[in-house]
Nanobody, 121 residues
C-alpha cells in the first residue's frame, strides 16, 4: 500500500516562502511521477508542478502561475518530492496535495492527506 505524507504547510505573510515536503512509502516501482496539486476553498483541484521519471533522470513541469515562483525537486532515491514556494500571494492559499502518478495503460494516482498553506495579506 503506497502512502504519501506531506508536511511543511503553515501560515505566512504575503511575499514569504514555504517549503513543502512529501515522502512516499510502500512503493515497489521506480518509474513514477511525483508532484503537487492544490485546492482552494470553493474551487477545483488544480495542477501545480510535477517531476516526471525518464531514463535520463527526472524532468519538471509547472503550471503557468508556478513557473517563476515555485521550484519542485526530487530526492535521488525518488521517494520524496519538495516544493519550494517563494513570493507567496494570498491567492496561493489552498490545501496542497502530493500526488504519486504511475503512468501506463491504466494510470494510477496515490494522494496524500494534504497540507494547508495560508498566505495572509
Amino acid at each position: 500500500q503506497v502512502q504519501m505524507v506531506e508536511s511543511g504547510g503553515g501560515v505566512v505573510q504575503a511575499g514569504g516562502s514555504l517549503r513543502l515536503s512529501c515522502v512516499a512509502s510502500g512503493r515497489t516501482l521506480v518509474n513514477v511521477d511525483m508532484g503537487w496539486y492544490r485546492q482552494a476553498p470553493g474551487k477545483e483541484r488544480e495542477f501545480v508542478a510535477m517531476t516526471r521519471w525518464t531514463w535520463r533522470g527526472y524532468t519538471s513541469d509547472y503550471d503557468d502561475f508556478a513557473k517563476d515562483r515555485f521550484t519542485i525537486s526530487r530526492d535521488n532515491a525518488g521517494d520524496a518530492t519538495y516544493l519550494e514556494m517563494n513570493s507567496l500571494k494570498p491567492e496561493d492559499t489552498a490545501i496542497y496535495y502530493c500526488d504519486e502518478h504511475v503512468p501506463g495503460p491504466v494510470p494510477v494516482d496515490y494522494w496524500g492527506q494534504g497540507t494547508q498553506v495560508t498566505v495572509s495579506s
